[in-house]
């Protein structure tokens, strides 16, 4: 459970304590047969439990790890710290999906960010003069001021291009909440079925419509480097790196590369706490955020399991799935599977190779997984003070409540590190994204000590061809520290402890194919109608009863659910 909205320190310890065990998950008898069962207890497969529940589908999440949450889970790494070890941020979570679970009541708390972005500079050579930053929020004209420190001009054209952006934005969000385009239901079957198929095209069409003459600038978006973009409008380098970032976040790509502009757009398309674009930290850490959709799917009659690894998605004579097989050889049948598991791990290791086409599985190879994130999570016993915007007596500034961007000076840094790291090499100055959630949040670390989140681009998942070793993850986690300390004196002597998750520990710990938080890359052949393959993007596969509810799916976003509620009707009506 979440250390939500608790005040009794007893309580909110006790609560604490349930997101590191693993909530009331195996306070229920495992049945041998369910309507439904969901492999992988992330939060994508606890929604789509809670929805099936809630129409009348007997369900049960089967999770691997001893702990709920897929990827959005509070790990205590150090005694006293809890860590959102993977996932850090909160935002993206469709407001109908918060209504309708009830997540507030159930546990939910989330800490707004105001202001949210902050990127010092080093700038040597200033004859010790304080070096600039530039810091964003939701307050406009603070924003204006802060970039006018950079360029004029610059602070003049941001209220357009915000608005620009806000303007695409809303117009592809209903696409979010929609299932792609029936193409085959559309173009083959019955004229009735064709006709039904049509209402898919609806979503599109009013896309269309909403665009308008804006049509050629989303165009643009989604297809052009977020260089090209970013160049047009501004002229400073901090402003366009700063905003790159977003561009890049989670992707081997960089600001030069076609498509990163939608990665930019995608990270602007989320609301919380119906603020659009806001990101925010979760109480209690990401797992907080996981156990309250787990109390909810527990309320409607879900059975909710952890340490259950599913060996084998069963199959019968007749193309049809029949249940899962655990790895203690325990077997649990159902009409429906749905997999909250990468499409990669689902049809490679969990489905039985004759059950699938060569050809299927030859195109399921071609899925890109590519991933260019190493994950540190640090505890410190005091808070980071940096050179740009110090603080006096260990107190936080509204800096330190924010993603704070490192080495993001300029386009040229970026780029410098992801060609690091096409070339099989981490990178030598790498793009850092860090977060101090405790500053905000008090029940994740000790008095007076921090918990840090730093999102580190770019590594490869292969070092010059070869595997990570353990001196490979600390000469890196050398190298981090070393930027940081940099921006941040004193940082290094006030670290508690380190844990380095090289994108190979990604997959191995959290089941991300590649490392990929998205379960799959976000680039253009591998999105809507093409995600994760052209005859897949309907959640439905080639086995009868067998469905993908990960985030290796439209629309692909690994921290929301909006899609799931129309994948779970078709299966209660369609399938049982």
């Known amino acids: 459970m979440a250390a939500a909205v608790w005040t009794d320190r007893g309580t909110r310890a006790k609560n604490l304590l349930w997101i590191l065990m693993g909530s009331r998950s195996n306070h229920t008898a495992l049945k041998p047969c369910y309507d439904a069962l969901v492999i992988g207890g992330g939060h994508n497969g606890l929604v789509a439990a809670a929805y099936l529940q809630k129409g009348g589908v007997k369900t049960a999440v089967l999770e691997r790890r001893h702990v709920l949450g897929g990827a959005a889970v509070t790990e205590e790494i150090f005694p006293g710290f809890h860590f959102s070890r993977c996932s850090y941020l909160l935002s993206l979570l469709r407001p109908h999906i918060y209504r309708d679970l009830e997540l507030k009541k159930h546990g939910l708390k989330v800490y707004m960010r105001d202001p949210h972005s902050f990127t010092p500079m080093l700038e040597e050579g200033m004859k010790g003069a304080v070096p600039r930053s530039l810091t964003l929020g939701s307050d406009l004209a603070k924003n204006l001021n802060e970039i006018g420190k950079f360029s004029q001009k610059d602070a003049k054209a941001y209220p357009d291009f915000v608005a620009h952006l806000e303007k695409l934005a809303s117009a592809i969000r209903p696409l979010l909440d929609s299932p792609p385009v029936d193409i085959r239901g559309v173009t083959a079957g019955s004229l009735r079925k064709r006709l039904a198929a049509t209402k898919t095209l609806m ?46 976040i ?121 991933s260019p994130v190493t994950k540190i999570n640090v505890a410190l016993d005091k808070l980071p003070n940096f050179l740009a915007s110090p603080t006096p007596d260990d107190k936080p500034g509204p800096h330190h409540q924010c993603s704070i961007h490192l080495n993001c000076e300029n386009m040229d840094i970026l780029e410098a590190a992801y060609k690091d790291a096409i070339n099989g090499r981490p990178s030598a100055r790498p793009m850092l994204e860090m977060t101090i959630p405790s500053v905000l949040d008090p029940t994740l670390a000790p008095p007076g000590c921090h918990v840090v989140s730093l999102f580190t681009q770019f590594t490869p998942y292969h070092i010059k061809g070869r595997e990570w070793t353990q001196q490979d993850r600390e000469d890196f986690g050398d190298t981090i520290f070393d930027w940081v300390e940099q921006y941040a004196p004193g940082f290094k002597t006030s670290v508690v402890g380190r844990e380095i998750l090289s994108p190979p520990d990604l997959e191995k710990i959290f089941g991300l194919t590649g490392g990929n938080i998205f379960h799959g890359s976000m680039s253009l052949d591998q999105l809507y109608l093409a995600r994760p393959l052209p005859s897949l993007s309907d959640y439905r596969s080639p086995i009868k009863g067998l469905y993908l509810c990960g985030s290796g799916c439209h629309p692909g976003l690994p921290f929301h659910f909006n899609w799931i509620i129309n994948c779970i009707y078709r299966i209660i009506f369609f399938t049982l």
């Open 203 to 248: 979503p599109i069409a009013k896309l269309g419509l909403k665009l308008g003459g804006n049509i050629p600038d989303f165009y643009e978006i989604v297809t052009a480097p977020i260089m090209k973009i970013l160049t047009r409008w501004f002229d400073s380098e901090p402003l366009r790196a700063t905003l790159a970032t977003d561009g890049v």
């Open 250 to 370: 989670g992707a081997m790509t960089s600001p030069s590369n076609p498509g990163s502009g939608y990665v930019l757009l995608h990270h602007v398309m989320g609301e919380l706490e119906k603020e659009k674009g806001a990101w925010g930290y979760v109480e209690g850490g990401m797992g907080g955020l996981s156990q309250a959709i787990a109390r909810a799917a527990q309320s409607y009659g879900v059975d909710v399991f952890t340490e259950k690894n599913v060996e084998q998605i069963l199959v019968g004579s007749d193309g049809a799935t029949k249940g899962v097989a655990l790895k203690d050889g325990t077997e649990i049948h159902s009409k429906v599977v749905l997999s909250n598991a990468t499409p990669y791990a689902t049809f490679k290791y969990l489905t039985s190779k004759g059950a699938l086409s060569e050809e299927f599985i030859k195109a399921v190879d071609q899925v890109d997984y590519t």
